[in-house]
């Protein structure tokens, strides 16, 4: 097995001890992304729905520094602050993902860091 660590340039740093994501083989494990713009490391202005079409884009960014996209994304897991969001991630996921949709778990939480709103780490197989 072949483990490398992943670092997209043009997504946030990463705010801990730890990768972006990591690679083993044809799995690519992306840690859990915040709202963070990458260039001011703050989250972005707005509410609920700026922060998660943020997290998506930062995904983006870390899928492609490991050769993916969102398409091969094969499970998701989304933190809210706020269950009350619930129908706004499946309106704005809608966007960004196509059939068949990824497995997902959707749970609410009592903080994220930086007072984030939303959360989403992904679990990608490569072709």
Do not use: W
């Not at 202005?45 to 930062?58: A, C, M, P, R, S």
């Not at 998701?76 to 996921?93: G, Q, S």
């Amino acid at each position: 097995m072949t483990k490398e660590a992943i670092h997209a340039a043009d997504a946030p740093q990463a705010i801990g001890i730890y990768s972006q994501a990591i690679k083993c083989d044809k799995l690519v494990f992306l840690s859990g992304q915040i709202g963070l713009d990458p260039k001011s490391m703050t989250l972005v202005d707005g509410g609920f729905e700026d922060q998660l079409t943020q997290v998506l884009k930062n995904l983006i960014q870390v899928a492609k520094a490991a050769s993916g996209s969102l398409s091969d994304i094969v499970k998701v897991n989304v933190y809210l602050t706020d269950i009350v969001n619930f129908p706004k991630v499946n309106e704005v996921m809608e966007q960004y993902f196509s059939k068949p949709y990824p497995a997902r778990a959707v749970v609410e939480v009592s903080g994220l860091p930086k007072g984030a709103l939303v959360e989403i780490e992904a679990y990608m197989v490569l072709q």
